[in-house]
């Protein structure tokens, strides 16, 4: 695709805009990601998981938004990329704002695919810890859990799975 020229400037001044508005969404983000991972390493049972969630849902919400307008606007640009169509803009104040708006979102955006891969382990950890809590009220037994396969029955032990000497 051709990018359209002349007027760089009120549509640079524009993604200039969607950037700095970018930032702001992920750094929200951010912070809430943050306590989301308190609550799940203070309380492993998953107390205020359910608000820490709440409070990240309108942030993501408005990043898909900005995400769509921002594509909107590149496809109305003629352009595939952001940096593309800063690359083809004149060398103003404006492209290096542009330039070094768009590295710190990139930036963020590796921040923040961290965060979620961290959030995404401690979420596992914490299911790992209510499936064992659930074994231990349900008073599952080993065999019951630990069966050879290809046994159509289980043998039943005389202990739980979880008793002090197993």
Known sequence: MMHKEGNQGPALRELIDLLRE????????????????????E???????????????PHLAALGRLTKKQETLLAERGEARVLSWIAHAGATEERLTAVRLFRETAELQKDLRRD?????????????????????????RASDTYAKE??????TRDIKMFDANV
């Open 43 to 57: 309380n492993p049972s998953g107390d205020g998981v359910p608000n820490a969630v709440r409070a990240i849902e």
């Open 116 to 140: 979620i891969k961290r959030l995404s382990g401690l979420l596992a950890h914490s299911k790992d810890f209510i499936d064992f809590q659930i074994n231990v009220l349900t008073r599952t």
């Open 150 to 155: 290809g046994t159509e029955e289980p043998a």
């Open 22 to 41: 970018e930032l702001a969404l992920g750094k929200r983000c951010q912070e809430a990601f943050g306590e989301l991972r308190k609550a799940l390493v």
